[in-house]
C-alpha cells in the first residue's frame, strides 16, 4: 500500500488538535470505515503526535535548501563554512526523495558536527515515518538483496543509540525510543531475539530512574506504553512466562505515581507549598505552575502504567491462576479507582472492566443464591460498593470538567458499569459468551463500538476491552501507520484476535468476529501467496525459542540475584 504524506499529515493534526486542548483528557482517535474519525480511544498520549507532526513539517523547510557558494574569510569563517556544508547535507540527506531507512541510520552514526540534534530529530521522524507506513517484513521482503535492505546489525546499531544514550535533547530521546519499539515491533520475526532480558532491563530503568531533562516524567509515561507494547506483540501467542510479575510490576508502579499524583495535586488545593509566604507574587505562580504540571506528568504515567498492566494481563491463560491473580489485582484498583483526578480513575475502570471480561466464571452456581451485596463468584467480592463507585463516576457533575468531557466522562463509566452487571448476570454472560445476536447486543453496551477499516469491503471490529486495550498500545506504537500494519503484518494482526470464551470451546461454536473473516480476498491470497503452511509453522517454532530463551535469562537473572 502506497503511503501518501497527506495521510499522516491529516492524522496527526487531528492528534495534535486534540492533544493540545486544555481538557487533560484529550482524545486519540480510530480509524473508521471511511477513513474519517469513528467512536474514538479515549486516550492521550501527551504530546506525542504533536512532536511527530511538527517534526515532519520542519522537513518542508529544507525543501527550499540552496547552498552558498561564498568564499570563507579568514580560518574562523572557514569553520563556519565547514559547518554549514555540513549542516546542508544533512539536510539534504533527510529530505531526499529516495531516502532509505538505511541512509538515516549512516546519518544518525555519524558525529554531531556533521549532524546536529535537530537535523537527528528530524532524521528520527523521518525514520519512524518509514517504519510506520509500510511494515518492515514486507520491505525487507522487497529489498531483498540490495543496498536497502535492513539488516539485523543495522537495527542492533538503532538499539546502542538508545541504550549508550545517545540523545541531547527530550524530543530526541522520544523519538528514539519510539522508533526502536516500532522496528522491532515491526518485524518481530526478524529481530525479536534483540529483545533479551538486557535490553527490557534497560528500558525498565528508563522507567525507575529518576527523571531528568532527557527522560522526562513526561516521556516515561511514553517509555511505559512502548514497554508493554514490545511485550505484547513478543508474547502474542506464545510462552506469558514472567508476565504475571511484570503486571504487578505496573501496578505498583501506578499506586506510587498514584499517590504522588493526588498528594500535589492537594498541596495545590489548599496552598501547602514550602515556602510560599516567602516568595513574590511570581515565583509563588511559577512554583505553583511547576507543581501543577509535575502532577499531571505523574498522572500521566499512573494512566499508562494501569493501561499496561491491563494489557498484558491479557496474555495470560485463562483459569484458575488467572482468576485469582485478577482477584489480587482488583484489591489494588478498587483502591485506585475511587479517584480526584478523572483521568485515572478512567484508566483504572478500564482495567476493571477488563478484568470482568476475562474472568473465568462458575457456570454452576445458582445464580438466585447470588448476594447482591457480596459475589464470590465474580473478581471482586464486594460487589454493591464497586457498583456504587461506578455509579457515581458515570454521573459526575463537576464544574472543572468541560461539558464534552463530561459526556465522555460518562460514557466510559456507563460502558465500565454496564460490563460489571454483563458479566455478574449469568443469563447475559451466557448469551456474551455464546456470542449470540444478543451477546453482541449487549457487548455493543460495554464498550464503545467502533472499527479499523482494512480494505474498502472490510473492517476489524473492536467491540472488547481484550480488544480496546491491546488497541491502544499497536495505536501508540505505529500512530497512522496502524492500518498498514494490520493489513500486512501477520504478527501484529493476530494481536488483535480474542481467544475462544469457554462456551465456544466446550461446544465447539466459531466466532464469526475471529479468524479471516474479518479480511477482504484480495488479502488472503496476499498473505497465502508469501507464506506456506510449513513456514508459519517454523515461524511459530523460531518465536516460542525466542520467548523461551528470554525466559531462561530471567531464570538466571533470578538465580543470580538470589
Known amino acids: ?108 552514526s555519524r558525529p554531531r558536527t556533521e549532524v546536529s540534534s535537530s537535523s537527528r530529530e528530524m532524521l528520527l521522524a523521518q525514520l519512524y515515518k518509514l517504519l510506520v507506513s509500510k511494515p518492515l517484513i514486507v520491505y525487507n521482503e522487497e529489498n531483498f538483496g540490495t543496498r536497502k535492505y535492513v539488516s539485523e546489525e543495522k537495527v542492533e546499531e538503532l538499539l546502542r543509540h538508545l541504550i549508550h544514550g ?13 522508533s526502536c519499539i516500532a522496528m522491532l515491533a515491526s518485524d518481530i520475526e526478524e529481530f525479536g531475539y534483540l529483545i533479551t532480558e538486557e535490553f527490557l532491563g534497560h528500558v525498565r530503568a528508563l522507567i525507575t530512574d529518576n527523571a531528568n531533562s532527557f527522560v522526562t516524567t513526561e516521556n516515561k509515561a511514553n517509555v511505559v506504553t512502548g514497554y508493554a507494547c ?5 508474547h502474542s501467542g506464545s510462552s506469558s512466562y514472567g508476565i504475571d510479575n511484570v503486571v504487578m510490576w505496573l501496578i505498583e508502579l501506578a499506586e506510587a505515581y498514584n499517590l504522588s ?117 465474580a473478581p471482586y467480592y464486594e460487589q454493591e460498593e464497586l457498583l456504587a463507585i461506578l455509579d457515581r463516576l458515570a454521573n459526575l457533575s463537576s464544574h472543572k470538567i468541560s461539558k464534552k468531557s463530561k459526556h465522555e466522562t460518562h460514557s466510559i463509566f ?63 506504537c505505529f500512530g497512522f501507520g496502524v492500518q498498514n500494519q494490520l493489513l500486512s503484518n501477520e504478527n501484529v494482526r493476530d494481536v488483535l484476535k480474542e481467544p475462544l470464551t469457554d462456551y465456544q470451546l466446550k461446544y465447539g461454536v466459531e466466532d464469526s468476529l475471529n479468524g479471516e473473516g474479518d479480511f477482504d480476498e484480495s488479502f488472503q491470497s496476499t498473505r497465502s501467496s508469501r507464506r506456506t503452511t510449513d513456514e508459519k509453522k517454523k515461524t511459530e517454532a523460531i518465536r516460542k525459542a525466542r520467548v523461551n530463551k528470554l525466559s531462561e535469562e530471567m531464570d538466571e537473572l533470578e538465580l543470580k540475584e538470589n
Open 1 to 108: 500500500m502506497p503511503f501518501k504524506p497527506g495521510n499522516y499529515k491529516k492524522y496527526l493534526q487531528g492528534e495534535a488538535k486534540s492533544n493540545s486542548s486544555s481538557a487533560p483528557g484529550s482524545r486519540a482517535r480510530t480509524p473508521q470505515l471511511d477513513g474519517e474519525d469513528s467512536n474514538p480511544l479515549d486516550v492521550s498520549f501527551g504530546n506525542l503526535e504533536e512532536l511527530l507532526m511538527s517534526k515532519l513539517d520542519s522537513l518542508q523547510d529544507v525543501f527550499d535548501y540552496k547552498r552558498h557558494d561564498d568564499t570563507p574569510q579568514g580560518a574562523e569563517s572557514l569553520a563556519d563554512n565547514r559547518q554549514k556544508v555540513a549542516s546542508e547535507l544533512s539536510k539534504a540527506r533527510i529530505h531526499a526523495e529516495s531516502t532509505s531507512i538505511n541512509d538515516i541510520l549512516y546519518s544518525l
Open 230 to 234: 514490545i511485550l505484547l506483540i513478543l
Open 414 to 476: 456507563r460502558d465500565v458499569l454496564n460490563t460489571v452487571k454483563a458479566y455478574t448476570d449469568q443469563n447475559s454472560r451466557t448469551e456474551i459468551l455464546k456470542r449470540s445476536p444478543e451477546g453482541l447486543d449487549i457487548l455493543n453496551t460495554t464498550t464503545s463500538y467502533s472499527h479499523i477499516k482494512l480494505s474498502r469491503k472490510r473492517s476489524l471490529t473492536i467491540n472488547s476491552w481484550f480488544l480496546y486495550l491491546r488497541l491502544i498500545h499497536l495505536k501508540w
Open 166 to 178: 545517545e540523545y541531547r535533547s527530550s524530543s530526541e530521546f522520544i523519538l528514539l525510543f519510539r
Open 261 to 377: 499524583s493526588n498528594a500535589l495535586s492537594e498541596q495545590v488545593k489548599t496552598g501547602d507549598r514550602e515556602y510560599s509566604t516567602l516568595l513574590d507574587e511570581n515565583d509563588d505562580k511559577r512554583i505553583l505552575n511547576d507543581t501543577l504540571r509535575k502532577s499531571e506528568d505523574e498522572a500521566g504515567v499512573t494512566v499508562a502504567a494501569l493501561h499496561a498492566a491491563a494489557c498484558l494481563v491479557t496474555l495470560l491463560d485463562r483459569g484458575e491462576y488467572l482468576n485469582e491473580f485478577i482477584k489480587d489485582m482488583m484489591m489494588k484498583l478498587s483502591e485506585i479507582i475511587d479517584n480526584d483526578n478523572i483521568e485515572i480513575a478512567k484508566a483504572a475502570g478500564r482495567a476493571v472492566a477488563l478484568c470482568y471480561e476475562i474472568y473465568s466464571y462458575n457456570e454452576d452456581e445458582d445464580a438466585n443464591d447470588q448476594d447482591d451485596e457480596y459475589n464470590d463468584n
